[in-house]
């Protein structure tokens, strides 16, 4: 459309005589859908659009050389990337929806479903990250919730996945984008980073456990039909698939090995499942790469930098987040700090606070807002009052 616009204000400077009224008026409607576009774009990717505007504005002071390529953690990259179409070929094979089809079946009580769709989100939020975790389970509870006439604890039970997701990813470099970058950034051992995560874990667990109580108890009708159909084939494909991801992580395989294994496997099997990835926040991690290799070359905020964080970099990673969110803040942050420990709290818990102190937390916000009797407001108010006691209870605990 943009061509054809160009094309037509070319033959209107030619030919002026042309430039009717009727003409002038396509152009300010296809000038108004391009805008109406683009402010879309901006609106729904918020992080790319500001990341791609500071490398933008970075370069200026450090122009483009061959160097930008030592900015880029090419590992973390390509195990996103390989992460991403791994899970969700899962997720196409019916494994999530089967799983949490048959375990709440078996329930009998608003908790107990409750219970058993927050855990659902917890538990698989380490494997499958938590922006998967809850494209796959709050849409899936949107309708059990509806079937079981249990829609006045929908708000409740969806804040609480939200959290669940954003604390049980916390625990495996694979579980969110920020650990698997700092994972690797710092090539922190297995070991260390277990016991730095496993902690804050289990008290976020029982966190939840407690928090459940939240719901009321009565019986519900939990007959939700026919159980999705597993592709059987496909699952073990694509778990084997994700088996060669976890070898790179554990450091068994080098990533070129895994690029070449699972590029070389989908060309074969499932060609389409190569473009599905969110080549979005790939490019996110790209401009967030220069942006931040940009900064530590100019040498007054370098310096500045590092003296900021000096003692408080758990502190600077949870507030980054609370403003920027988590996955820009540990990219922004890590280059200035050799503290990984307390980064990696500070931006996990700082997963907790405003809604877009998680990306994740947008995703629950935007499918809850699509759904219909949506009260918008009420879950805001809901998802500030849990998601601050929270950060409030785990800083106090864990803060470094």
Not at 5 to 32: E, G, N, W
Request: hydrophobic share 55%; with cysteine; proline share 4%.
């Amino acid at each position: 459309m943009l061509f054809r616009i160009v094309c037509f204000l070319i033959t209107m400077t030619i030919f002026p005589q042309r430039l009717d009224k009727y003409s002038t008026h396509i152009i300010k409607d296809r000038a108004a859908a391009i805008a109406h576009s683009v402010g879309s774009f901006v609106k729904r990717e918020i992080t790319l659009c500001v990341s791609l505007a500071a490398a933008v504005v970075s370069c200026f002071f450090v122009p483009p050389q061959a160097g930008y390529l030592a900015y880029f953690d090419w590992r973390t990259l390509a195990l996103l990337y390989c992460l991403m179409i791994t899970v969700s070929g899962l997720c196409q094979a019916g494994l999530f929806s089967h799983m949490a089809h048959s375990l709440c079946m078996r329930t009998k009580s608003s908790r107990a479903v409750g219970l058993v769709l927050v855990a659902l989100t917890f538990f698989s939020s380490m494997l499958i990250t938590n922006d998967v975790a809850l494209l796959t389970f709050v849409p899936f509870t949107i309708i059990v919730l509806s079937l079981a006439n249990c829609e006045r604890e929908l708000i409740t039970i969806l804040v609480l996945q939200t959290v669940a997701a954003n604390l049980g990813s916390m625990l495996t470099p694979v579980g969110n984008p920020q650990n698997l970058y700092l994972h690797s950034f710092y090539s922190i051992s297995n070991a260390s980073f277990f016991a730095t995560t496993l902690p804050v874990w289990l008290a976020s667990l029982a966190c939840l456990g407690a928090l459940i109580l939240l719901v009321p108890s009565h019986p519900i009708n939990s007959d939700l039909g026919k159980s999705p159909q597993l592709q059987k084939s496909s699952l073990l494909f694509y778990t084997f698939l994700f088996a060669v991801c976890f070898l790179v992580i554990f450091r068994v395989i080098s990533w070129p090995s895994m690029m070449a294994i699972t590029l070389g496997a989908l060309a074969i099997r499932d060609r389409k499942m190569l473009l599905n990835a969110d080549f979005m926040l790939l490019l996110t991690f790209v401009c967030f790469f220069i942006f931040a290799g940009n900064l530590a070359h100019i040498e007054a905020i370098n310096t500045w930098l590092h003296r900021l964080l000096s003692g408080h970099v758990y502190a600077a990673g949870l507030l980054a987040s609370q403003f920027i969110s988590n996955v820009p803040a540990a990219l922004l942050l890590s280059g200035f700090t050799s503290d990984s420990q307390s980064l990696l709290l500070g931006v996990d818990i700082g997963g907790l606070g405003t809604p877009i102190a998680s990306l994740a937390s947008l995703i629950s916000l935007k499918l809850y807002a699509a759904s219909p009797k949506a009260h918008v407001w009420r879950f805001l108010v809901v998802f500030t009052v849990v998601n601050f006691v929270l950060l409030a209870l785990l800083s106090l605990i864990f803060a470094r």
